[in-house]
T-cell receptor, first 110, second 119 residues
């Protein structure tokens, strides 16, 4: 089983749509959680951290469910510029490294 | 002002050659990393250094050797290049690299990547 699993997509949505991505992780001792965004032929960039109580940053909302080992990202009012691959990322202090999911591709269409 | 920089951006070379990729960060971070992103876009850690000390050394062929002359630099040298080494190699840095539970200290900042093609 992969340490971090994501649906690869692609998710094709019209502008203005709401879209949700899910991610599951296998190690219950994981401590920190992130969503990164990677544009085509570019480096990954931090989109937002994910906190236990859930957190929001503008149109983006992240949720964490430790009991189910599940992380989600909700994007409201999708823009063309949201088209990218969204990487679910988990940190385990014992391993001292981030573990990346393989990413979910989003294509927002006009 | 570039935070994490890598050179070269593109590298095309023949099988069997030896090549190096350089990475520098000006963020004052303690920890630097090398990742490999293969054709399926899966990003996998190879090495990390904390203050010039090797922390992580994943199952990587010993043809790959990282070198950290100081905490702002982490270079990757690859001997006897093989076709399967073709990938994008990303350097990254973080503030503490594994000694903190605080998200912001574990956030990693990536360089632009080096696209390596072995012919």
């Amino acid at each position: 089983r992969k340490e971090v699993e994501q649906d690869p997509g692609p998710f094709n949505v019209p502008e203005g749509a709401t879209v949700a991505f899910n991610c599951t992780y296998s190690n219950s001792a994981s401590q920190s959680f992130f969503w990164y965004r990677q544009d085509c032929r570019k480096e990954p960039k931090l989109l937002m951290s994910v906190y236990s109580s859930g957190n929001e940053d503008g149109r983006f909302t992240a949720q964490l469910n430790r009991a189910s080992q599940y992380i989600s990202l909700l994007i409201r009012d999708s823009k063309l510029s949201d088209s990218a691959t969204y990487l679910c990322v988990v940190y385990l202090s014992g391993r001292r490294a981030l573990t990346f999911g393989s990413g979910t591709r989003l294509q927002v269409q006009p | 002002d570039t935070a994490v920089s890598q050179t070269p951006k593109y590298l095309v070379t023949q099988m069997g050659n030896d090549k190096s990729i350089k990475c520098e960060q000006n963020l004052g971070h303690d920890t630097m990393y090398w990742y490999k992103q293969d054709s399926k876009k899966f990003l996998k850690i190879m090495f990390s250094y904390n203050n010039k000390e090797l922390i992580i050394n994943e199952t990587v062929p010993n043809r790959f050797s990282p070198k950290s002359p100081d905490k702002a630099h982490l270079n990757l040298h690859i001997n006897s290049l093989e076709l399967g080494d073709s990938a994008v190699y990303f350097c990254a840095s973080s503030l503490t690299g594994g000694t903190s539970f605080r998200n912001y200290q574990e956030t990693q900042y990536f360089g632009p990547g080096t696209r390596l093609l072995v012919l």
